[in-house]
């Protein structure tokens, strides 16, 4: 045993982070959620449990520290006070691979480093980028993608091969094959992998041991559901035992000779079935809890106390119009400043809105917001970022691209505490939101920002024509919800109905009125905030205005510049498309175009009699009536 064995569990905390108690014994350390490394701190010896791979300390050390290679003496010398010992000195003929795992949009998610040692042993670790010119040694929570992506989707049409291990997929491409493998070693493919596979025609070669046709088996299993062909090339009788594609390409075989085999190599139609029986301590298995452990535990925590879950997957809806992104962004900027939402106590934390849609409104909101709600906080000091575009969650290179911008705005911010979508459907770009499968991707993808974030999750999504059948589309995102909101509109006040409420008793029923506001320093310029009303004043004081008339005052007030200047016919225009949108009528349909100016000229007429705007010249121009502070000015976007 080398002399500096003794630190072998504090590198292995550097390399592992922290240690599994639970399954710690004696002088054995355990690592990781299910014990798969482990070191002897009395021999100084470390063995990865899945790979297979051991080694002393020193051959941890190279793995820990790859950047010191070439000094590895001077290296733990500084780090941990240690005499220069000349059997630290790395052999010339150890060797460091790296093997960069690219998203779809040529973004680095994660990489491999592969050491082969001088004595002939290996071994593998998996890394990520910190965001700030480092790395972090784990890639626990990233969704796994399979190597060689980027080539994989530029030639959409060519053959794809599935290998064991990046350095096959590399000597494949030497040979101007489009190969990919994923990292982890075998057994390790998914239908994470398989996904990006679909309608291709795929190639599977295993190695040529148990664990090999083990692995083959699997990755044929996985990409029958998806791919449109799958071949299985089957090199066994051609292999040294545990020998690979590489191997048989070093035995002299030839580019040529590859392709007539794989014209002879049968396609698979039934799933395989998996070679030989998979050993006891190959299985992971869940972790369980037992009945005393259950009765203790803690009580559930709150975002937004009675409201929210700290930690759960909410929707909030109603139709066009109803006051949910007024709801929504004072709920945001409420966690984001740590202040009550009108009375129920926050937990703080960085807010990320995802506006699919127009974003134009949302700074007059929170302006408004600030100063009515804030309290004199200073805009620039709130952890509060609004990502202006839409997101497509069931876009895997999306989600990758989203996934990236948190841990880069984290730097920033801190951790997320609450993640906005506002809305469901934009959230769906080429799904349909009826489909229980597409639902599903939507849902999974919330659980996976949900759980690598630790952050809640808050979609917006709309009602149908009828809203007492609750919200649009599927039912399974109200079953995959932990908490659903209904927000109904009347006039200018709003009724928040919690009606699931998972793993607590639903909230009572809130009710606010939308108060107009001057904001800035601009005479004439207005937005709107919440005041929460008791349900008294809701019975005496009734609706202000109806449905579309306060969206015509939210058109008229978008289409206004600072001059007070109305364009109104840029405010029918969109008055029109939202009112056929919320139909659901066609936008080339004249007949329902021309209804749906006649109820603008409706609510005009009604806003005129109210004293709001002044009519001149057949509704072509208008002046708003500057002495009213009627509420409904700019009132809820849609």
């Known amino acids: 045993m080398h002399k500096y064995a003794e630190h072998i569990v504090e590198v292995a905390q550097e390399l ?54 070439g000094h590895l003496a001077d290296f733990l010398e500084k780090r941990f006070g240690m005499d220069k010992d000349p059997t ?8 460091i691979t790296t093997y960069d795992y690219i998203g779809d949009h040529g973004v680095l998610v994660y990489q491999v480093v592969r050491t082969d040692f001088a004595d002939g042993k290996k071994t593998f670790r998996q890394q990520r980028p910190d965001g700030q010119g480092g790395w972090i040694s784990s890639i626990k929570g990233i969704e796994r993608i399979p190597y060689n992506l980027p080539e994989i989707l530029h030639h959409a049409k060519r053959w794809v091969w599935v290998v064991e291990g990046e350095k096959c997929v590399e000597r494949l491409r030497d040979l101007g094959i489009v190969a990919t493998t994923n990292n982890g070693g075998s057994g390790n493919w998914g239908d994470e992998h398989s996904k990006w596979l679909a309608d291709r025609q795929v190639i599977v070669v295993p190695d040529n041991d148990e664990a090999g046709r083990k692995h083959g088996a699997k990755v044929v299993n996985s990409l029958l559901p998806v791919a449109k062909e799958v071949r299985l090339l089957d090199l066994s009788d051609q292999l040294p035992e545990k020998g690979d594609i590489v191997d048989w390409l070093d035995s002299g075989k030839t580019r040529q000779q590859l392709a007539s085999l794989v014209k002879g190599a049968p396609a698979i139609s039934e799933a395989m079935q998996d070679p030989g029986e998979i050993e006891q301590d190959e299985i992971e298995v869940y972790p369980t809890m037992d009945l005393s452990a259950l009765m203790t535990m803690p009580p559930v925590k709150f975002l937004v106390d009675s409201m929210f879950t700290r930690y759960g997957f909410s929707v909030m809806y109603g139709p066009p119009g109803c006051g949910k992104t007024f709801l929504a962004l004072d709920i945001a900027l409420s ?24 974003v134009g409104g949302i700074g007059k909101r929170v302006k408004a917001w600030i100063e009515n709600r804030g309290g004199g906080i200073d805009e620039n000091e709130l952890p509060f970022r609004v990502l202006p575009t839409a997101v497509d969650f069931t876009n895997p290179g999306d989600v990758e691209k989203l996934k990236a911008t948190i841990h880069q705005l984290e730097e920033k911010t801190g951790k ?6 506002d809305t469901v459907a934009r959230a769906l770009l080429g799904a349909d939101e009826n489909s229980a499968t597409d639902i599903g991707k939507f849902v999974k993808t919330c659980d996976v920002l949900k759980e690598m974030f630790q952050a809640a999750l808050l979609g917006l999504h709309h009602s149908g024509k009828d809203g007492s059948r ?20 009347s006039g200018a006040q709003l009724t928040v109905v919690t009606e699931k409420q998972k793993d607590a008793e639903p909230a009572e029923d809130y009710f606010f009125q939308m108060e107009s506001a001057e904001i800035g320093t601009i005479g004439g310029e207005t937005s709107v905030y919440l005041r929460k009303i008791s349900a008294d004043e809701v019975a005496a004081d009734g609706a202000s205005f109806n449905e579309k008339e306060l969206k015509a005052m939210n058109c008229l007030r978008d289409a206004t510049d600072r001059n007070d200047v109305i364009s109104v ?4 225009d969109s008055f029109v498309f939202w009112l056929l949108e919320k139909d659901g009528a066609d936008v080339t349909d004249k007949k329902a175009k021309d209804r749906a100016r006649k109820a603008w000229g409706r609510a005009i007429n009604a806003l005129e009699t109210a004293d709001i705007v002044v009519v001149h010249a057949g509704n072509r121009k208008m002046e708003w009536v500057k002495e009213t502070d009627t509420v409904g000015h700019g009132s809820d976007k849609v």
């Open 88 to 95: 630290f000195a790395p052999k010339n003929r150890d060797k």
């Open 470 to 489: 609750g919200m649009r589309g599927s039912s399974a995102l109200l079953g995959a919800v932990d908490t659903s909101i209904q927000v109904k509109k």
């Open 335 to 358: 966690v984001a400043s740590g202040r009550d939402f009108h009375g129920l106590p926050v937990q703080q934390g960085a807010v990320l809105y995802i506006c699919g849609e127009g």
């Open 16 to 69: 592992w982070g922290d240690i599994n108690k639970k399954m710690s014994h004696g002088h054995e350390v355990r690592f990781g959620s299910y014990g798969s490394k482990s070191v002897d701190k009395e021999k100084g010896v470390w063995t990865d449990h899945e790979t297979n791979e051991s080694g002393g300390f020193v051959d941890l050390c190279k793995i820990a520290y790859p950047e010191a290679n």
């Open 416 to 421: 997320f505490s609450l993640i906005v979508v």
């Open 569 to 572: 016919e840029v405010a029918r």
